[in-house]
């Protein structure tokens, strides 16, 4: 099997090497940046190209791992083939492929990537969807060479889980960043952190976060939260932090 990959961000990156880790022929990267294409084709022991027009035409799987604002005006410059074109995105629809080619689907790996870290691939969900019973099987055939846990989900459903992924990750590493920045203006180390989030984190394998929640915005201990927002300078961090207690309190109210 061809692999063509068209992008060289953190995810097209991670997944194109585990696949060529998994033995996986990668035949031509594309990127739009000279830079980024030609340091991920070494890496892969490829060619690549910064022109979608130039991009083979005889792989059997196209593998579109692109920002979502750039995703459509690339396929549509893709010279039509009879390989199976996917994206790799989480709330784009299956259809952005429709009128394009013939084969198309969705290969969705939820978790978080960054080019210089290696992930295990065999514990990552992947969410797959094809347009064709045939195309799912090759999909799933292929899916099931990179990781244990595989799933099928329309575009609407994953939809809604990339939304509850940027909730559980993005919005998460985010307050750990402003967490960190509250640590840093009083020379405090930011590794103090690190044994409270992973159990943080390690509660939610074994209870239901409803029932890992703590803290002074369960009760809503307005002494606490009063002297925590008097100590925030930042009127957006106070707003995060109000807003955040108050949908606490709130869900804490249906137990």
């Not at 953190?10 to 035949?27: V, W, Y």
């Not at 070494?42 to 059997?60: I, N, R």
């Not at 799912?136 to 595989?150: R, V, Y």
């Amino acid at each position: 099997m061809k692999i063509i990959f068209l992008g060289s961000g953190n995810l097209a990156t991670r997944l194109s090497l585990e696949m060529h880790r998994k033995g996986m022929q990668i035949g031509q990267v594309y990127s739009h940046t000279p830079e980024n294409a030609q340091q991920l084709a070494a890496l892969l022991g490829c060619p690549w190209t910064t022109d979608p027009e130039t991009v083979d035409t005889d792989a059997d799987l196209y593998v579109f791992s692109l920002k979502d604002t750039v995703l459509a005006d690339v396929i549509a410059r893709v010279r039509p083939n009879e390989g199976l074109w996917v994206h790799t995105a989480g709330s784009m629809p299956m259809d952005v492929f429709n009128g394009h080619t013939a084969n198309y689907g969705v290969l969705y790996p939820m978790q978080t990537f960054s080019k210089t870290r290696e992930v295990d691939f065999n514990v990552i969900p992947f969410f797959l969807e094809a347009n064709t019973s045939e195309n799912a099987g090759k999909l799933q055939h292929l899916a099931e060479k990179l990781s244990g846990n595989i799933r099928f989900l329309s575009s609407d459903k994953r939809k809604s889980l990339h939304l509850a992924a940027v909730f559980a990750c993005n919005f998460t590493n985010h307050i750990y960043a402003l967490a960190v920045k509250l640590l840093e203006e009083q020379d405090i180390p930011a590794d103090v952190l690190l044994p409270l989030i992973d159990e943080t984190a390690a509660k939610i394998h074994t209870m239901p976060p409803r029932v890992a929640q703590t803290g002074p915005a369960i009760r809503y201990d307005e002494n606490v939260i009063n002297k925590h927002l008097a100590m925030l300078g930042d009127s957006d961090m106070r707003s995060i932090y109000r807003l955040i207690s108050q949908s606490i309190h709130k869900e804490a109210q249906h137990e």
